[in-house]
Protein backbone atom coordinates (compact mmCIF):
# COMPACT_ATOMS: atom_id res chain seq x y z
CA UNK A 1 0.00 0.00 0.00
CA UNK A 2 2.97 2.60 0.66
CA UNK A 3 5.29 3.83 -2.56
CA UNK A 4 4.41 6.40 -4.94
CA UNK A 5 0.63 4.80 -5.85
CA UNK A 6 -0.98 6.70 -2.78
CA UNK A 7 1.58 10.04 -3.18
CA UNK A 8 -0.27 12.91 -3.42
CA UNK A 9 2.48 14.99 -5.80
CA UNK A 10 2.52 12.60 -8.96
CA UNK A 11 -1.84 12.28 -8.77
CA UNK A 12 -3.49 15.24 -8.70
CA UNK A 13 -6.75 15.20 -7.62
CA UNK A 14 -9.08 14.98 -10.55
CA UNK A 15 -13.37 14.20 -8.56
CA UNK A 16 -14.61 17.23 -7.64
CA UNK A 17 -17.19 14.68 -5.66
CA UNK A 18 -15.74 12.04 -2.75
CA UNK A 19 -13.36 11.74 0.15
CA UNK A 20 -11.73 15.32 0.66
CA UNK A 21 -7.84 15.19 -0.28
CA UNK A 22 -6.85 16.10 3.33
CA UNK A 23 -8.86 13.30 4.71
CA UNK A 24 -6.91 10.48 2.96
CA UNK A 25 -3.64 11.91 3.41
CA UNK A 26 -4.45 11.27 6.85
CA UNK A 27 -3.91 7.43 6.25
CA UNK A 28 -0.22 6.37 6.55
CA UNK A 29 -1.36 2.83 5.20
CA UNK A 30 0.11 1.52 8.32
CA UNK A 31 -1.98 -1.29 8.96
CA UNK A 32 -3.07 -0.85 12.29
CA UNK A 33 -6.70 -0.67 11.80
CA UNK A 34 -6.76 -4.13 10.32
CA UNK A 35 -7.79 -6.25 13.39
CA UNK A 36 -10.14 -3.60 14.38
CA UNK A 37 -11.95 -4.10 11.17
CA UNK A 38 -15.02 -6.63 11.18
CA UNK A 39 -15.27 -7.61 7.74
CA UNK A 40 -11.60 -7.95 7.42
CA UNK A 41 -11.36 -10.49 10.53
CA UNK A 42 -13.94 -12.37 9.22
CA UNK A 43 -12.48 -12.37 5.43
CA UNK A 44 -9.15 -11.72 5.91
CA UNK A 45 -9.72 -9.52 2.51
CA UNK A 46 -7.25 -6.61 2.03
CA UNK A 47 -9.62 -4.55 -0.06
CA UNK A 48 -12.46 -5.07 2.74
CA UNK A 49 -10.45 -3.77 5.37
CA UNK A 50 -10.32 0.38 6.20
CA UNK A 51 -6.79 0.59 4.78
CA UNK A 52 -8.10 -1.16 1.62
CA UNK A 53 -11.42 1.21 1.29
CA UNK A 54 -8.79 4.05 1.92
CA UNK A 55 -6.66 2.76 -1.50
CA UNK A 56 -9.36 2.28 -3.47
CA UNK A 57 -11.20 5.44 -2.68
CA UNK A 58 -7.46 7.42 -3.81
CA UNK A 59 -7.36 5.42 -7.33
CA UNK A 60 -10.91 6.36 -7.52
CA UNK A 61 -10.87 10.29 -6.57
CA UNK A 62 -7.20 10.42 -9.08
CA UNK A 63 -8.94 8.84 -11.72
CA UNK A 64 -6.68 5.87 -11.74
CA UNK A 65 -9.60 3.37 -11.23
CA UNK A 66 -13.07 3.39 -12.61
CA UNK A 67 -16.09 4.12 -10.05
CA UNK A 68 -17.70 0.71 -10.83
CA UNK A 69 -19.77 -1.89 -9.41
CA UNK A 70 -16.57 -3.98 -7.88
CA UNK A 71 -15.61 -0.27 -5.93
CA UNK A 72 -19.28 -0.03 -4.96
CA UNK A 73 -19.44 -3.89 -3.44
CA UNK A 74 -16.02 -3.34 -1.14
CA UNK A 75 -16.83 0.63 -0.05
CA UNK A 76 -20.98 -1.03 0.66
CA UNK A 77 -19.75 -3.87 2.48
CA UNK A 78 -18.17 -1.60 5.19
CA UNK A 79 -20.55 -1.49 8.40
CA UNK A 80 -19.11 2.22 9.26
CA UNK A 81 -18.69 0.82 12.67
CA UNK A 82 -15.45 3.10 13.01
CA UNK A 83 -13.97 0.49 15.05
CA UNK A 84 -10.73 1.85 12.74
CA UNK A 85 -11.06 5.10 13.90
CA UNK A 86 -10.61 4.23 17.62
CA UNK A 87 -7.29 1.79 16.63
CA UNK A 88 -5.68 4.65 14.42
CA UNK A 89 -3.11 6.44 15.91
CA UNK A 90 -3.07 8.94 12.64
CA UNK A 91 -6.66 10.31 13.61
CA UNK A 92 -8.34 9.03 10.54
CA UNK A 93 -12.17 9.97 10.16
CA UNK A 94 -12.80 7.29 8.76
CA UNK A 95 -16.78 7.51 9.42
CA UNK A 96 -15.99 10.90 7.10
CA UNK A 97 -14.06 8.98 4.10
CA UNK A 98 -16.88 6.05 4.03
CA UNK A 99 -19.62 8.45 3.97
CA UNK A 100 -18.16 10.51 1.57
CA UNK A 101 -17.51 7.53 -0.82
CA UNK A 102 -21.24 6.73 -1.17
CA UNK A 103 -22.22 9.90 -1.37
CA UNK A 104 -20.47 9.67 -4.78
CA UNK A 105 -21.15 6.74 -5.32
CA UNK A 106 -25.03 7.14 -5.14
CA UNK A 107 -24.54 10.42 -7.24
CA UNK A 108 -22.66 8.86 -10.30
CA UNK A 109 -23.85 5.31 -10.07
CA UNK A 110 -27.32 4.03 -11.41
CA UNK A 111 -28.76 1.31 -9.32
CA UNK A 112 -31.26 -1.10 -10.57
CA UNK A 113 -34.90 0.28 -10.89
CA UNK A 114 -36.15 -1.64 -8.41
CA UNK A 115 -33.58 -1.16 -5.63
CA UNK A 116 -33.91 2.53 -6.62
CA UNK A 117 -37.58 2.76 -6.38
CA UNK A 118 -37.09 1.39 -2.29
CA UNK A 119 -34.62 3.15 -1.21
CA UNK A 120 -36.66 6.25 -2.49
CA UNK A 121 -39.17 5.13 -0.72
CA UNK A 122 -37.41 4.10 2.19
CA UNK A 123 -35.30 7.08 2.90
CA UNK A 124 -37.46 9.80 0.85
CA UNK A 125 -40.71 8.68 2.40
CA UNK A 126 -41.27 6.23 5.22
CA UNK A 127 -38.48 7.52 7.59
CA UNK A 128 -39.23 11.37 7.29
CA UNK A 129 -42.88 10.62 7.85
CA UNK A 130 -44.90 9.65 11.14
CA UNK A 131 -47.75 8.68 8.50
CA UNK A 132 -45.87 6.11 6.76
CA UNK A 133 -44.10 5.19 10.06
CA UNK A 134 -47.34 4.17 11.69
CA UNK A 135 -49.11 3.27 8.85
CA UNK A 136 -46.88 0.57 7.79
CA UNK A 137 -45.97 -0.59 11.34
CA UNK A 138 -50.45 -1.50 12.18
CA UNK A 139 -50.13 -4.60 9.94
CA UNK A 140 -46.72 -5.65 11.84
CA UNK A 141 -48.68 -5.12 14.83
CA UNK A 142 -51.29 -6.91 14.03
CA UNK A 143 -49.15 -10.03 12.56
CA UNK A 144 -47.19 -10.04 15.20
CA UNK A 145 -49.61 -10.18 17.72
CA UNK A 146 -52.51 -11.72 16.82
CA UNK A 147 -50.64 -15.51 16.97
CA UNK A 148 -50.40 -15.29 12.71
CA UNK A 149 -46.65 -14.84 13.20
CA UNK A 150 -46.45 -17.70 15.88
CA UNK A 151 -48.62 -19.78 13.14
CA UNK A 152 -46.86 -18.98 10.09
CA UNK A 153 -43.12 -20.01 11.88
CA UNK A 154 -45.05 -23.46 13.47
CA UNK A 155 -45.85 -24.80 10.35
CA UNK A 156 -43.02 -23.75 8.69
CA UNK A 157 -44.66 -21.65 5.88
CA UNK A 158 -41.21 -19.46 5.29
CA UNK A 159 -39.12 -22.22 4.51
CA UNK A 160 -39.34 -22.17 0.75
CA UNK A 161 -38.53 -18.48 0.96
CA UNK A 162 -35.22 -18.10 2.68
CA UNK A 163 -34.59 -14.47 2.21
CA UNK A 164 -38.00 -13.69 3.47
CA UNK A 165 -37.33 -16.37 6.26
CA UNK A 166 -34.17 -14.14 7.22
CA UNK A 167 -35.87 -10.62 7.17
CA UNK A 168 -38.93 -11.96 9.30
CA UNK A 169 -36.13 -12.67 11.87
CA UNK A 170 -34.46 -9.57 11.68
CA UNK A 171 -37.91 -7.08 11.48
CA UNK A 172 -38.73 -4.70 14.73
CA UNK A 173 -41.30 -5.51 17.24
CA UNK A 174 -43.78 -3.08 16.55
CA UNK A 175 -45.61 -1.19 19.65
CA UNK A 176 -48.71 0.66 19.59
CA UNK A 177 -49.75 3.06 20.55
CA UNK A 178 -46.53 4.55 19.54
CA UNK A 179 -43.97 7.52 20.94
CA UNK A 180 -45.72 9.82 18.41
CA UNK A 181 -48.16 10.66 20.42
CA UNK A 182 -45.75 12.00 22.87
CA UNK A 183 -44.58 14.77 20.71
CA UNK A 184 -45.20 18.10 21.42
CA UNK A 185 -45.86 17.38 24.89
CA UNK A 186 -43.04 18.43 28.24
CA UNK A 187 -42.99 15.56 31.00
CA UNK A 188 -41.89 17.42 34.33
CA UNK A 189 -38.99 16.75 36.37
CA UNK A 190 -39.72 14.27 39.58
CA UNK A 191 -39.01 16.79 42.33
CA UNK A 192 -36.54 19.97 41.73
CA UNK A 193 -35.94 20.58 38.06
CA UNK A 194 -32.45 20.34 37.67
CA UNK A 195 -32.47 20.38 33.72
CA UNK A 196 -34.56 21.46 30.98
CA UNK A 197 -33.86 18.69 27.58
CA UNK A 198 -34.85 17.94 24.47
CA UNK A 199 -35.60 14.33 23.78
CA UNK A 200 -35.42 13.23 20.33
CA UNK A 201 -37.32 9.72 19.21
CA UNK A 202 -35.88 9.62 16.18
CA UNK A 203 -38.05 7.65 12.85
CA UNK A 204 -38.47 4.02 13.40
CA UNK A 205 -37.64 3.21 17.43
CA UNK A 206 -41.04 5.66 17.60
CA UNK A 207 -42.91 2.52 16.30
CA UNK A 208 -40.40 -0.07 17.69
CA UNK A 209 -38.93 1.19 20.41
CA UNK A 210 -41.91 3.35 21.96
CA UNK A 211 -41.68 1.71 25.62
CA UNK A 212 -38.05 2.54 25.55
CA UNK A 213 -38.49 6.02 24.50
CA UNK A 214 -40.67 6.14 27.46
CA UNK A 215 -39.03 4.60 29.98
CA UNK A 216 -35.81 6.68 28.76
CA UNK A 217 -38.45 9.91 29.92
CA UNK A 218 -39.49 8.36 32.98
CA UNK A 219 -35.61 8.07 34.40
CA UNK A 220 -34.54 11.48 32.95
CA UNK A 221 -37.74 12.73 35.16
CA UNK A 222 -36.34 11.00 37.74
CA UNK A 223 -32.79 12.77 38.03
CA UNK A 224 -34.52 15.99 37.95
CA UNK A 225 -35.14 16.81 34.51
CA UNK A 226 -37.97 18.88 32.53
CA UNK A 227 -37.97 16.39 29.42
CA UNK A 228 -39.60 18.16 26.44
CA UNK A 229 -40.28 16.07 23.20
CA UNK A 230 -40.58 18.95 20.54
CA UNK A 231 -43.77 18.41 17.95
CA UNK A 232 -41.35 19.47 15.17
CA UNK A 233 -38.60 17.05 15.25
CA UNK A 234 -37.51 14.60 12.19
CA UNK A 235 -36.15 11.51 11.43
CA UNK A 236 -31.95 12.31 11.75
CA UNK A 237 -30.41 11.37 8.61
CA UNK A 238 -28.14 9.06 10.37
CA UNK A 239 -29.33 6.28 7.92
CA UNK A 240 -29.63 8.56 4.18
CA UNK A 241 -25.61 9.48 5.24
CA UNK A 242 -24.58 5.72 5.75
CA UNK A 243 -26.98 5.54 2.63
CA UNK A 244 -25.19 8.14 0.78
CA UNK A 245 -27.97 10.30 0.70
CA UNK A 246 -26.42 13.38 2.01
CA UNK A 247 -28.66 16.06 0.43
CA UNK A 248 -31.99 14.67 2.03
CA UNK A 249 -29.56 13.77 5.23
CA UNK A 250 -28.99 17.56 5.08
CA UNK A 251 -32.42 18.64 4.82
CA UNK A 252 -33.76 16.55 7.53
CA UNK A 253 -30.73 18.38 9.81
CA UNK A 254 -32.17 21.68 8.70
CA UNK A 255 -36.02 20.67 10.14
CA UNK A 256 -34.45 19.44 13.35
CA UNK A 257 -32.33 22.72 13.88
CA UNK A 258 -35.58 24.91 12.86
CA UNK A 259 -37.66 22.51 15.15
CA UNK A 260 -34.99 22.38 18.26
CA UNK A 261 -34.15 26.11 19.43
CA UNK A 262 -30.34 24.96 20.69
CA UNK A 263 -30.31 27.44 22.97
CA UNK A 264 -34.15 26.75 24.59
CA UNK A 265 -32.45 23.42 26.15
CA UNK A 266 -29.25 22.56 28.71
CA UNK A 267 -28.98 19.36 26.27
CA UNK A 268 -30.60 17.67 23.51
CA UNK A 269 -30.98 13.87 24.04
CA UNK A 270 -30.80 10.78 22.33
CA UNK A 271 -31.39 7.06 23.48
CA UNK A 272 -29.97 6.08 19.97
CA UNK A 273 -26.21 6.17 19.84
CA UNK A 274 -26.34 6.44 15.83
CA UNK A 275 -28.57 8.97 15.56
CA UNK A 276 -26.50 10.57 18.42
CA UNK A 277 -23.70 10.28 16.20
CA UNK A 278 -25.12 11.86 13.16
CA UNK A 279 -26.85 14.98 14.98
CA UNK A 280 -23.54 15.31 16.81
CA UNK A 281 -21.88 15.67 13.10
CA UNK A 282 -24.18 18.21 11.82
CA UNK A 283 -21.81 20.74 11.94
CA UNK A 284 -19.87 19.34 9.56
CA UNK A 285 -23.03 18.17 7.33
CA UNK A 286 -24.14 21.94 6.88
CA UNK A 287 -20.69 23.04 6.66
CA UNK A 288 -21.15 24.49 3.18
CA UNK A 289 -24.74 26.26 3.83
CA UNK A 290 -23.79 29.66 4.88
CA UNK A 291 -27.76 29.77 6.35
CA UNK A 292 -27.28 26.68 8.65
CA UNK A 293 -23.32 26.52 9.19
CA UNK A 294 -23.31 28.16 12.65
CA UNK A 295 -26.83 27.12 13.90
CA UNK A 296 -25.87 23.05 13.20
CA UNK A 297 -22.89 23.92 15.14
CA UNK A 298 -24.76 25.45 18.06
CA UNK A 299 -27.30 22.73 17.40
CA UNK A 300 -24.07 19.83 17.34
CA UNK A 301 -22.45 21.25 20.55
CA UNK A 302 -25.93 20.62 22.69
CA UNK A 303 -26.44 17.12 21.71
CA UNK A 304 -25.59 14.51 24.27
CA UNK A 305 -26.28 10.49 24.39
CA UNK A 306 -28.73 9.84 27.23
CA UNK A 307 -26.09 7.84 29.21
CA UNK A 308 -23.60 10.22 28.77
CA UNK A 309 -25.61 13.32 29.79
CA UNK A 310 -26.58 11.35 33.08
CA UNK A 311 -23.40 9.76 34.10
CA UNK A 312 -22.47 14.05 33.72
CA UNK A 313 -25.07 15.31 36.06
CA UNK A 314 -25.06 12.79 38.29
CA UNK A 315 -28.45 10.45 37.91
CA UNK A 316 -30.68 9.71 41.17
CA UNK A 317 -29.85 6.29 41.99
CA UNK A 318 -32.20 3.81 42.15
CA UNK A 319 -33.64 2.65 45.98
CA UNK A 320 -34.18 -0.90 45.58
CA UNK A 321 -32.10 -3.90 44.76
CA UNK A 322 -32.34 -5.16 41.44
CA UNK A 323 -30.77 -8.76 41.73
CA UNK A 324 -29.48 -9.82 37.82
CA UNK A 325 -26.60 -10.75 36.17
CA UNK A 326 -25.61 -7.88 33.37
CA UNK A 327 -23.34 -8.10 30.57
CA UNK A 328 -22.62 -5.24 28.47
CA UNK A 329 -22.85 -4.85 24.31
CA UNK A 330 -21.26 -1.94 23.25
CA UNK A 331 -22.92 0.36 20.60
CA UNK A 332 -20.31 0.78 17.79
CA UNK A 333 -21.55 4.39 17.54
CA UNK A 334 -21.62 4.87 21.03
CA UNK A 335 -17.70 3.87 21.63
CA UNK A 336 -15.62 4.22 18.59
CA UNK A 337 -18.33 7.12 17.13
CA UNK A 338 -18.32 9.11 19.94
CA UNK A 339 -15.71 7.80 22.29
CA UNK A 340 -17.84 6.72 25.14
CA UNK A 341 -17.66 3.71 26.40
CA UNK A 342 -17.83 3.95 30.42
CA UNK A 343 -21.14 6.34 30.66
CA UNK A 344 -23.22 3.08 30.36
CA UNK A 345 -21.35 0.91 32.16
CA UNK A 346 -21.14 3.78 35.13
CA UNK A 347 -24.79 3.68 35.03
CA UNK A 348 -25.07 0.41 35.53
CA UNK A 349 -22.77 0.18 38.59
CA UNK A 350 -25.27 2.52 40.36
CA UNK A 351 -27.74 -0.17 40.54
CA UNK A 352 -28.26 -2.25 43.34
CA UNK A 353 -27.62 -5.59 43.47
CA UNK A 354 -26.82 -5.08 39.68
CA UNK A 355 -23.48 -7.31 38.53
CA UNK A 356 -21.77 -6.37 35.43
CA UNK A 357 -20.03 -9.39 33.57
CA UNK A 358 -17.94 -8.23 30.70
CA UNK A 359 -18.23 -10.54 27.21
CA UNK A 360 -14.90 -10.56 25.42
CA UNK A 361 -14.39 -8.25 22.46
CA UNK A 362 -17.48 -6.05 24.03
CA UNK A 363 -16.73 -3.54 21.50
CA UNK A 364 -16.81 -5.81 18.09
CA UNK A 365 -19.58 -4.63 16.30
CA UNK A 366 -22.61 -7.00 16.49
CA UNK A 367 -23.45 -7.14 12.65
CA UNK A 368 -26.15 -4.54 13.12
CA UNK A 369 -25.17 -1.24 11.62
CA UNK A 370 -28.62 0.27 10.54
CA UNK A 371 -30.16 -1.75 7.64
CA UNK A 372 -26.96 -3.81 7.18
CA UNK A 373 -28.13 -6.15 8.85
CA UNK A 374 -30.75 -6.93 6.14
CA UNK A 375 -28.77 -5.55 3.07
CA UNK A 376 -25.88 -8.00 3.62
CA UNK A 377 -27.33 -10.76 6.15
CA UNK A 378 -24.62 -13.25 5.31
CA UNK A 379 -21.96 -11.05 6.79
CA UNK A 380 -24.09 -9.90 9.57
CA UNK A 381 -25.13 -12.96 11.02
CA UNK A 382 -21.76 -14.43 10.68
CA UNK A 383 -20.73 -11.49 12.96
CA UNK A 384 -24.22 -12.00 15.29
CA UNK A 385 -23.24 -15.29 15.93
CA UNK A 386 -19.67 -14.91 17.22
CA UNK A 387 -20.83 -11.69 19.34
CA UNK A 388 -23.83 -14.45 20.85
CA UNK A 389 -20.99 -16.96 21.40
CA UNK A 390 -19.48 -13.86 23.57
CA UNK A 391 -22.38 -13.19 25.28
CA UNK A 392 -23.62 -16.86 26.39
CA UNK A 393 -20.00 -16.99 27.92
CA UNK A 394 -20.75 -14.85 30.69
CA UNK A 395 -24.41 -16.75 31.51
CA UNK A 396 -25.59 -13.15 32.40
CA UNK A 397 -29.01 -13.03 32.65
CA UNK A 398 -29.88 -9.65 30.96
CA UNK A 399 -27.96 -8.47 27.73
CA UNK A 400 -27.80 -4.05 27.58
CA UNK A 401 -27.00 -2.11 24.90
CA UNK A 402 -27.30 1.59 23.92
CA UNK A 403 -29.13 1.97 20.63
CA UNK A 404 -32.28 0.65 19.36
CA UNK A 405 -30.48 -1.41 16.45
CA UNK A 406 -27.99 -3.21 18.47
CA UNK A 407 -31.08 -4.12 20.73
CA UNK A 408 -32.99 -5.90 17.36
CA UNK A 409 -29.74 -7.72 16.29
CA UNK A 410 -29.13 -9.12 19.70
CA UNK A 411 -32.86 -10.29 19.66
CA UNK A 412 -32.55 -12.12 17.03
CA UNK A 413 -29.54 -13.62 18.40
CA UNK A 414 -31.11 -14.95 20.95
CA UNK A 415 -34.10 -16.47 19.14
CA UNK A 416 -30.98 -17.84 16.96
CA UNK A 417 -28.00 -18.46 19.48
CA UNK A 418 -28.54 -17.83 22.88
CA UNK A 419 -29.81 -18.82 26.27
CA UNK A 420 -33.60 -17.11 26.70
CA UNK A 421 -31.67 -13.97 28.09
CA UNK A 422 -33.45 -10.76 28.27
CA UNK A 423 -32.29 -7.83 25.84
CA UNK A 424 -32.55 -4.43 27.50
CA UNK A 425 -31.19 -0.53 26.88
CA UNK A 426 -29.44 0.60 29.78
CA UNK A 427 -32.29 3.14 30.14
CA UNK A 428 -34.81 0.07 30.72
CA UNK A 429 -32.60 -1.47 33.57
CA UNK A 430 -32.65 1.56 35.44
CA UNK A 431 -36.21 2.22 34.82
CA UNK A 432 -36.66 -1.53 36.13
CA UNK A 433 -34.93 -1.09 38.79
CA UNK A 434 -36.82 1.87 39.71
CA UNK A 435 -39.92 0.90 39.86
CA UNK A 436 -43.03 2.31 40.84
CA UNK A 437 -43.74 4.19 37.46
CA UNK A 438 -47.26 5.73 39.37
CA UNK A 439 -44.41 7.85 40.91
CA UNK A 440 -43.45 9.86 37.90
CA UNK A 441 -45.94 12.50 36.21
CA UNK A 442 -47.55 12.07 32.73
CA UNK A 443 -46.60 14.80 30.51
CA UNK A 444 -48.65 17.41 29.45
CA UNK A 445 -49.19 19.06 26.09
CA UNK A 446 -47.08 22.34 25.39
CA UNK A 447 -49.33 25.53 24.64
CA UNK A 448 -47.06 26.40 21.61
CA UNK A 449 -47.11 22.72 20.78
CA UNK A 450 -43.42 22.64 20.60
Given at each position: ?????????????????????????????????????????????????????????????????????????????????????????????????????????????????????MRDFLFGRVLPSPFWLRLLAAPLYVY???????????????????????????????????????????????????????????????????????????????????????????????????????????????????????????????????????????????????????????????????????????????????????????????????????????????????????????????????????????????????????????????????????????????????????????????????????????GRKNATGS
Open positions: MAGSETGTSEFPILRATGPKREDLDACVHCGLCLNACPTYRELGLEMDSPRGRIYQMIRVNEGRAELDENYRSHIELCLACRACETACPSGVRYGRLVEAARADIEEHMERPLLERVQRSGLERAVNRMGLLNAFPRLKELAALSPRATLPSFFRHYGKTFPAVGETRHRVAFLGGCMANVSFADLHEATVRVLQRSGCEVVVPAGQTCCGALHVHGGRKGDAQRLAERNIDAIPADDFDAILTNTAGCGCALKEYGHLLEDDPAYAAPAGRFARKVKDVNEFLAAIGPTPPGREFPATVTYQDSCHLTHGQKLPLPPRQLLALVPGLTLKEMPCADHCCGSAGIYNVQHTEMSMALLEKKMGNANGTHAEIIASSNPGCLLQLQAGVRMHGHGQRVLHVMEVLDEAYGDRKKVPP
